[in-house]
């Protein structure tokens, strides 16, 4: 795969129902199907050298601490989608499973 895009910021996701992790300036890589590769953490042996090549390439994006959505209005967001007849495509692992 090729790497499409590699954004820098600080984000979360949901390991399991009672485990959330936080990524403090992660470096998240996206393959050209919309795929994160990777998520790797600042002390990375290969953070920097994944983040010049990026920049190299024209597909680095750095998303200030302050500027990402706060938690509570990205959970209104997963809620209004949750209703069925607000529901258009599912992805599942890379692959749409349903299309309206």
Same mark, same amino acid.
């Given at each position: ?13 949901? +390991? ?32 920097? /050298? ?5 920049? +190299? ?25 949750? /209703? ?10 890379? +692959? ?5």
């Amino acid at each position: 795969m090729t790497l499409s895009l590699a954004i820098e910021g600080s984000g979360f996701t949901a +390991r399991t129902c009672d485990e959330v992790a936080y990524f403090h300036n992660a470096l998240f890589l996206i393959d050209d199907r919309g795929i994160i590769t990777s998520v790797l953490q600042p002390d990375a042996e290969r953070y920097a /050298v994944e983040r010049d090549e990026a920049r +190299r390439h024209g597909v680095y994006r750095r998303i200030p601490d302050g500027e990402q959505e706060p938690p509570a209005d990205i959970f209104q967001k997963i809620l209004n989608l949750a /209703v069925p007849e607000n529901i258009r495509a599912v992805w599942v692992q890379g +692959r749409q499973v349903v299309a309206k």
